[in-house]
């Protein structure tokens, strides 16, 4: 082998491991990155006059476009919640709105909501929640209240 051939094959396998290296290191960051930015936290909405509702696993949805909603609320027997939220066109606010139906106890509570959210949601977050209840013993109404929204990790109640 004469010292051309020997020098462009320690060339080539220089470059082939450091290209094998470079394409490693893109591949883990890639791979982190994309983990922590899929990854979707629960969303606590904390009502100033008491209760929280928890959406599990909420990720905003982008500009213009809706996502579905699945949660409960915090507490004994853990009403569970549905819903759908929306990121205004030009990507600045979050409609979420829920009903959830309280099965428990010796009375019936039926509760629906939207809420409207600032984005991006800062920790907590300031948000208004308007709806209607309809309890059974106690009548109907509508409520108003300050929330605070911010991202948590809340386990459904058995």
Request: aromatic share 6%; proline share 4%; with cysteine.
């Amino acid at each position: 082998m004469d010292v051309r051939t020997e020098k462009a094959g320690a060339a080539h396998r220089h470059a082939s491991n450091s290209g094998r290296w470079r394409f490693g290191a893109l591949l883990v960051l890639g791979l982190a990155t994309c983990g922590t930015a899929a990854h979707a936290k629960d969303l606590c909405l904390t009502y100033s006059g008491g209760g929280t509702i928890v959406a599990k696993r909420f990720k905003a949805p982008k500009a213009n476009r809706c996502v579905a909603v699945q949660g409960f609320e915090r507490r004994a027997n853990g009403t569970v919640v549905t819903g759908t939220a929306c990121t205004s066109s030009n990507g600045s606010t979050l409609q979420l709105s829920y009903s959830g139906h309280d099965w428990a106890g010796g009375s019936s509570y039926f509760e629906t909501a939207t809420c409207h959210i600032g984005l991006p949601i800062t920790v907590p977050q300031a948000a208004t929640c308007t709806g209607t209840f309809i309890s059974t013993p106690g009548g109907s109404g509508r409520f108003n209240q300050a929330t605070a929204v911010e991202p948590c990790d809340a386990s459904v109640p058995d």
